[in-house]
């Protein structure tokens, strides 16, 4: 049984609280416990407190948390605070539970910028060990990332989420120069001449990966230091930089290329030839373009000569006077000449002469030859300064955006006809390159040029309906441009090779064979001979053709060939010859290079022509054995079915209707005609004009019906065919 005083203390609640809380405090409660030195005396039942405004002191409870360490370690488990180019690292997080145990079995999440750090696994997860440890690998993003990165730590154990995280320096891996060298290689004892160039290869890598960026890299040679050679950097392409070295003369004999970057430098040596007399460049003409019109239609502004200027330049690159220079041209089609065909250069080393135009169009260039101190120099003449690749016949085409236009009926109606060129390697010819463009009816090209000049590998011009109008209504568009034949270069070099050949000059003994201004007599590589063009007006006509290619028969003789004919009309260009070559010259060189289309003036009146399916799939026209023609079997009565309707729509010289012009189902009754296919006529020259199919649904009840075929030209105009009735 209790003592009476803590039966008191008992029954009063208050009390018990204040002897727990002073229990606590470790303060005597109710008697017991006391200081027993002390006066004070505390009856029973008469709770204690404290004095009135003086706060109890008390001690707040922090809950534990779980921590956790981060650390950036190398591979040999070293601490690091950087990583650059392809290292990798380990981020080593240490993880502990809030009653400093370790955690094991605890999912990490890694997070960092991704350009500049990724993680292995690439999940940016890793799980804590036994003992409580998770590692990941990091490395840079790119050998190129560099910059100051925060590595992001989350994880949780015993359901508390803790966090953490580190800071380091991500840095690009450093460049590399690699072995510098020549492509091609060039022979030992081999001399580059004057104004010839050599390409030089530098690679470049940051950490063992191609650099795409070269800062610092500098290349320099004793010869540009001089002034007599050029080094032009190029594109760096998967790590190499390609430079062209150009010798503009040196006279130092061999030439030091050398090669910086960072701490890697290297040299590499070139013999250089010294120039001898120079050479020989064109400068230009006195048009405001390249284009001079026909003898005897000058005036308004137009020219029918051309002041063209060269130079003559020693090995220095500086004017050479006194200097006598002949003049020849490529071509002298229609009486073309070059006047006067010799002249001496100036204090300058300038020198000019006039081309004079002929009665037949053309493009001409000049060949300008001089000699000093026993060595010939020549250059060519173009629209441009410097003229890069002649256009080849292989790599000639012609098209246009539309071979049927609304010109049978109508002046001005146009088609867009374009042709690009290329040199021998696939790349487009020189800007400002001429091209004469001839037809048998409407106009082509402008008033100041009867062609175009080209730009970026091509050019447009404009074929105007107007008169004459052939009868059938089809065009032949001729372009043509002095360019050369195909060949085939089996030894690379670039130009057209002949072992035996004729010098134009039989003094000059010591030139080598000049594939344009030389006549090669035999042993030449591979080449075609090129016939002459004519503007084909006879009873064939090419198709986008090639030369001698594909013909589409207009006259119903399957064995007619393509054939020059001037008793029908065929109007010949002849090359440097007074009368049309089928066979050209037997040699290869400069030609004219041609191409050849047919562009429709399209009639607006159509004609609809049933057609039938055969059993191999081909179309045939409706003949009287197939019945009434606007008569479609098995649509109506009894066991109709769904039907097709084939035909074909021609204008008035069976051509094919204007580009453009929809063709659309009609007037429906009953039936029900789905969409024409094809619904519009597409750009073609097509004989027989163009086909096209319809679906027709039967009506419910196979009740007859009708409906009609409705073309709607460009222009506007519009026509219903007969009514087609289901039968």
């Known amino acids: 049984m209790l003592p009476t005083y803590l039966q008191r203390a008992f029954a009063n609640p208050v009390r018990v609280l204040t002897c727990v809380s002073m229990a606590t405090a470790l303060v005597a409660c109710g008697g017991g416990g006391g200081n027993p030195g002390g006066t004070t005396a505390v009856t029973p039942g008469t709770p204690t407190n404290p004095t009135p405004g003086t706060p109890t002191p008390t001690t707040p409870v922090v809950p534990a948390e779980p921590k956790m360490t981060v650390q950036l370690v190398d591979a040999a488990g070293l601490p690091i605070s950087t990583l650059s180019g392809g290292q990798a690292g380990q981020v080593k997080v240490t993880l502990l539970d809030a009653k400093g145990n370790v955690a094991p079995n605890e999912v990490v999440k890694f997070t960092a910028d991704e350009t500049l750090l990724q993680f292995t696994p690439v999940?940016?997860?890793?799980?804590?060990?036994?003992?409580?440890?998770?590692?990941?690998?990091?490395?840079?993003a790119s050998v190129t990332s560099a910059g100051a990165v925060n590595i992001n730590v989350v994880a949780v154990a015993g359901g508390k989420t803790v966090n953490g995280g580190i800071n380091l320096a991500v840095g690009a891996a450093p460049l590399t120069l690699g072995t510098i060298k020549f492509v091609p290689e060039r022979k030992e004892g081999e001399i580059l001449p004057a104004f010839g160039t050599a390409v030089l290869q530098i690679p470049i890598t940051t950490g063992n990966v191609a650099a795409t960026t070269a800062p610092g890299l500098t290349i320099n040679s004793l010869c540009t230091n001089d002034g007599t050679a050029t080094i032009v950097p190029g594109a760096l392409d998967k790590g190499m930089q390609s430079v062209t070295y150009t010798n503009k003369g040196c006279l130092r004999e061999t030439d030091t290329i050398t090669v910086s970057l960072g701490n890697f430098n290297q040299t590499i040596k070139i013999n250089v030839g010294k120039a001898n007399i120079g050479t020989i460049q064109f400068v230009g003409s006195d048009l405001a373009g390249s284009s001079i019109v026909l003898r005897g239609s000058g005036g308004l502004g137009r020219k029918e000569s051309s002041i063209l200027t060269f130079r003559v330049l020693d090995q220095n690159s500086i004017g050479l006077p006194g200097v006598d220079v002949t003049f020849t041209?490529?071509?002298?089609?229609?009486?073309?000449?070059?006047?006067?065909?010799?002249?001496?250069?100036?204090?300058?080393?300038?020198?000019?002469?006039?081309?004079?135009?002929?009665?037949?169009?053309?493009?001409?260039?000049?060949?300008?030859?001089?000699?000093?101190?026993?060595?010939?120099?020549?250059?060519?003449?173009?629209?441009?300064?410097?003229?890069?690749?002649?256009?080849?016949?292989?790599?000639?085409?012609?098209?246009?955006?539309?071979?049927?236009?609304?010109?049978?009926?109508?002046?001005?109606s146009i088609a867009k006809v374009t042709v690009l060129m290329a040199d021998q390697y696939g790349n487009p010819i020189s800007d400002d390159t001429a091209v004469n463009f001839v037809t048998e009816g409407g106009a082509i090209a402008t008033p100041s040029q009867g062609g175009c000049k080209t730009?970026?590998?091509?050019?447009?011009?404009?074929?105007?309906?107007?008169?004459?109008?052939?009868?059938?209504?089809?065009?032949?568009?001729?372009?043509?441009?002095?360019?050369i034949e195909d060949f085939i270069d089996a030894n690379g070099d670039g130009v057209y090779t002949c072992p035996d050949f004729t010098r134009a000059d039989p003094k000059d003994i010591t030139t080598p064979y000049r594939p344009l201004i030389d006549t090669c007599k035999s042993g030449g590589e591979i080449a075609k001979d090129q016939g002459d063009p004519f503007l084909n007006v006879g009873n064939l006509a090419i198709i986008r053709g090639n030369p001698g290619g594909n013909t589409l028969q207009r006259d119903p003789d399957p064995k007619k060939d393509r054939k020059y004919n001037s008793a029908i009309g065929d109007l010949p260009f002849p090359y440097n010859r007074t009368a049309y070559s089928v066979d050209g010259n037997g040699q290869w060189g400069l030609n004219y290079i041609w191409r050849e289309t047919e562009i429709v003036f399209s009639g607006d009146e159509p004609t609809f022509i049933r057609q039938f399916r055969n059993d191999d799939g081909s179309l045939r026209d409706w003949t009287t054995a197939d019945g009434p023609v606007n008569v479609i079997a098995g649509l109506s009565g009894t066991n109709c079915s769904n039907q097709v309707l084939f035909f074909r729509i021609v204008d008035v010289n069976n051509n094919p209707l204007p580009s453009g012009t929809t063709v659309t189902a009609a007037d429906a009754d009953k039936v029900q005609p789905g969409s024409v296919s094809p619904n519009a006529i597409p750009a073609t020259s097509r004989l027989g004009g163009t086909e096209h199919w319809v679906s027709i649904k039967k009506e419910t009840n196979c009740a007859p019906g009708e409906f009609s075929i409705k073309t709607t030209t460009p222009r506007g105009k519009s026509v219903s065919s007969y009514l087609f009735k289901s039968g």
Do not use: H, W
Request: charged share 15%.
């Open 455 to 483: 730009k970026d590998g091509g050019c447009t011009v404009e074929l105007k309906s107007q008169a004459f109008r052939p009868v059938n209504g089809r065009v032949t568009v001729l372009a043509y441009v002095q360019g």
């Open 123 to 140: 999940s940016g997860s890793a799980l804590t060990d036994a003992s409580g440890v998770a590692v990941i690998t990091v490395k840079p």
């Open 329 to 412: 041209a490529t071509t002298t089609t229609g009486g073309l000449i070059v006047q006067p065909s010799k002249a001496t250069s100036d204090a300058s080393g300038n020198v000019t002469t006039t081309v004079a135009s002929g009665t037949i169009p053309t493009p001409v260039r000049v060949v300008a030859q001089a000699s000093r101190n026993g060595t010939t120099i020549s250059g060519l003449s173009d629209s441009l300064i410097i003229s890069t690749g002649l256009p080849i016949q292989k790599s000639m085409s012609l098209s246009a955006d539309s071979y049927n236009i609304d010109g049978l009926n109508f002046d001005n």
